[in-house]
């Protein structure tokens, strides 16, 4: 299974983006899948999770900014991001899992200019 990523820029604080991840196969709907990023000099984290059933969670630097959904027919996975600041410059990676191991795409960058 590949992911690709699509949908970084630059953008203006207070702006939005949305991200699309587009999987080989039809691993979101089984699996889940989530959005990680790395900013410069950062280790990557955790932005939005949602599992198999539709569960999400976010972490707290986003809550009430971005949301991420799914389109299991497009085997596509999405992060709308809305009031975007310069905390949230990085490169925005999307994975999922297969048989206990991550699959990473190869991630987009989104810069934010205050």
């Known amino acids: 299974v590949q992911l690709v990523e699509s949908g970084g820029s630059l953008v203006q604080a207070g702006g939005s983006l949305r991200l699309s991840c587009t999987a080989s196969?039809?691993?979101?709907?089984?699996?889940?899948g989530g959005w990680y990023r790395q900013a410069p000099g950062k280790q990557r984290e955790m932005v939005a999770v949602?599992?198999?059933?539709?569960?999400?969670n976010y972490a707290d630097p986003v809550k009430g900014r971005f949301t991420i959904s799914r389109d299991n027919d497009k085997n596509n996975l999405y992060l709308q991001m809305n009031s975007l600041n310069a905390e949230d410059t990085a490169v925005y990676y999307c994975?999922?899992?297969?048989?206990?191991?991550?699959?990473w795409g190869q991630g987009t960058q989104v810069t934010v200019s205050s």
């Open positions: 949602v599992n198999s059933g539709g569960y999400t």
């Open positions: 196969g039809s691993i979101f709907s089984i699996s889940g």
């Open positions: 994975a999922s899992w297969v048989v206990g191991r991550t699959i």
